[in-house]
């Protein structure tokens, strides 16, 4: 920085108004800054491990087996989609918590809806839930809630919601 803008800078700064405004600006900045950078590294930590391994602690955690023939990132999109609008297609949300088996389910499909949450990129996850329980008692009404606890402890699924 060259002499004259340092002067400058100073001269500036030394009306009392201006001071005051660029503090407060200052403030302003760091403040965002570090609640984005909140954000950020805590979706960054709360990521999945991805394959066998994560597959084998979720059934050793639950007692219960991961169905195979359920691909969980497309329930998860489905259920992003039915809940990402103005309005939420609860049947959507229904069909999906139908499509689960076991409690080894209900949370492979909880991390894959954290998989999601992470891939939609810093804007939508600073709009959207991070866990798909808190998306689901956000988004459901008392009753559709008791409803989708029902379609899931029919199966001897017990719901964090």
Same mark, same amino acid.
């Given at each position: 920085?060259?002499?004259? /803008?340092?002067?400058?800078? $100073?001269? *500036?700064?030394?009306?009392? /108004?201006?001071?005051?405004?660029?503090?407060?600006?200052?403030?302003?900045?760091? #403040?965002?800054?570090?609640?984005?950078?909140? /954000?950020?590294?805590?979706?960054?930590?709360?990521?999945?491990?991805?394959?066998?391994?994560?597959?084998?602690? $979720?059934?050793?955690?639950?007692?219960?087996?991961?169905?195979?023939? $359920?691909?969980?990132?497309?329930?998860?999109? =489905?259920?992003?989609?039915?809940?990402?609008?103005?309005?939420?297609?609860?049947?959507?949300?229904?069909?999906?918590?139908?499509?689960?088996?076991?409690?080894?389910? *209900?949370?492979?499909?909880?991390?894959?809806?954290?998989?999601? *949450?992470?891939?939609?990129?810093?804007?939508? =996850?600073?709009?959207?839930? #991070?866990?798909?329980?808190?998306?689901?008692?956000?988004?459901?009404?008392?009753?559709?809630? #008791? =409803?989708? =606890?029902? $379609?899931?402890?029919?199966k001897g699924i017990t719901p964090d919601f």
């Amino acid at each position: 920085m060259s002499k004259s /803008k340092i002067t400058s800078t $100073i001269d *500036y700064l030394s009306d009392p /108004k201006k001071a005051i405004t660029a503090a407060v600006l200052l403030v302003l900045a760091v #403040a965002v800054v570090a609640f984005l950078w909140k /954000k950020v590294s805590s979706l960054w930590s709360n990521s999945t491990l991805q394959g066998s391994m994560e597959d084998a602690n $979720i059934e050793s955690n639950t007692g219960s087996n991961i169905t195979g023939s $359920i691909n969980f990132q497309q329930l998860a999109k =489905r259920m992003w989609d039915a809940t990402d609008r103005f309005g939420t297609d609860e049947n959507e949300v229904f069909a999906v918590l139908s499509c689960l088996n076991t409690q080894a389910d *209900y949370v492979k499909l909880c991390n894959a809806w954290c998989s999601l *949450y992470v891939e939609k990129g810093w804007f939508n =996850r600073l709009t959207a839930k #991070a866990t798909l329980p808190g998306t689901l008692t956000s988004e459901l009404s008392t009753g559709e809630l #008791a =409803r989708a =606890r029902g $379609i899931l402890t029919d199966k001897g699924i017990t719901p964090d919601f």
